[in-house]
């Protein structure tokens, strides 16, 4: 499968590119600052800007899936920023499409949306990834958005998660966690298996 991978260089697209190039597939590997892209076989560092409509539909259109892993927490406005980017990946046109997205996007098991708990300093990026879920959803497009879990972090692969809906997803103490090798592990499960086209879901431990 040929990918191109958005936000190749950040703490999850990094995960991300890193198991795609494990699992033999070819990556156009596209980020702001493409010397951070580590070297794999069959990667192709790009300098990409994550509202280049015109770049985007160049490399959408050698693809097979586009993946874009780009957060707008280090935008100005992250509402705009998300609405920006959201809007360059579908003016793409891309043959199918996996968005990573937020935890803010979902719901607590009571049914309160967890972006009316969230602290104040998290709610705008929250608001924003939601924004670019509710237009990528009215798009037309083949598209899947994965949203970790409260936390996601640099840690191990275990392969021991749960892939659940649109309500947090919690372990047994009560933390909403998951290793960014995990999250990673789902999403190329995903670009693989197309199970959750046109879903939002959720990447968790439960155990």
């Given at each position: 499968?040929?990918?191109?991978?958005?936000?190749?260089?950040?703490?999850?697209?990094?995960?991300?590119?890193?198991?795609?190039?494990?699992?033999?597939?070819?990556?156009?590997?596209?980020?702001?600052?493409?010397?951070?892209?580590?070297?794999?076989?069959?990667?192709?560092?790009?300098?990409?800007?994550?509202?280049?409509?015109?770049?985007?539909?160049?490399?959408?259109?050698?693809?097979?899936?586009?993946?874009?892993?780009?957060?707008?927490?280090?935008?100005?406005?992250?509402?705009?920023?998300a609405t920006a980017y959201a809007k360059a990946l579908i003016a793409a046109k891309p043959q199918r499409v996996i968005m990573v997205g937020g935890a803010g996007s979902l719901s607590l098991p009571d049914g309160t949306p967890v972006v009316d708990v969230l602290p104040?300093?998290?709610?705008?990026?929250?608001?924003?990834?939601?924004?670019?879920?509710?237009?990528?959803?009215?798009?037309?497009?083949?598209?899947?958005?994965?949203?970790?879990?409260?936390?996601?972090?640099?840690?191990?692969?275990?392969?021991?998660?749960?892939?659940?809906?649109?309500?947090?997803?919690?372990?047994?103490?009560?933390?909403?966690?998951?290793?960014?090798?995990?999250?990673?592990?789902?999403?190329?499960?995903?670009?693989?298996?197309?199970?959750?086209?046109?879903?939002?879901?959720?990447?968790?431990?439960?155990?």
């Open positions: 499968m040929k990918i191109f991978l958005l936000g190749a260089s950040g703490m999850i697209g990094s995960r991300i590119l890193a198991e795609a190039a494990e699992r033999g597939h070819e990556v156009i590997a596209g980020a702001r600052n493409p010397d951070q892209i580590p070297e794999y076989p069959g990667v192709t560092a790009v300098k990409v800007d994550a509202h280049d409509a015109a770049t985007f539909a160049a490399y959408a259109a050698e693809a097979d899936l586009v993946i874009g892993a780009v957060s707008p927490r280090n935008g100005g406005d992250a509402l705009a920023e104040p300093e998290y709610v705008a990026e929250a608001r924003g990834m939601k924004a670019a879920w509710d237009l990528l959803a009215q798009s037309g497009l083949k598209w899947t958005v994965l949203a970790p879990s409260a936390q996601i972090a640099p840690g191990e692969f275990t392969g021991d998660y749960t892939i659940g809906g649109t309500t947090l997803l919690s372990d047994s103490k009560g933390n909403s966690h998951i290793s960014a090798e995990d999250f990673a592990d789902a999403v190329l499960n995903e670009a693989e298996m197309k199970t959750l086209v046109g879903k939002l879901a959720t990447v968790g431990y439960t155990g």
